[in-house]
């Protein structure tokens, strides 16, 4: 998911002013997708 560039912002920041970040519930969301697409596989 980070890999993806969907990060938190206190990853964000790491990457740079400019990296777009989700809220911690946003990236709860996000992960849950993708790991419910990695299983349906």
């Known amino acids: 998911t980070v890999e993806a560039g969907f990060m938190t912002k206190d990853l964000a920041l790491l990457v740079g002013a400019e990296q777009?970040?989700?809220?911690?519930?946003?990236?709860?969301?996000?992960?849950?997708?993708?790991?419910?697409?990695e299983m349906a596989a």
């Open 20 to 37: 777009k970040w989700l809220s911690t519930t946003g990236f709860l969301d996000k992960i849950d997708e993708n790991l419910k697409k």
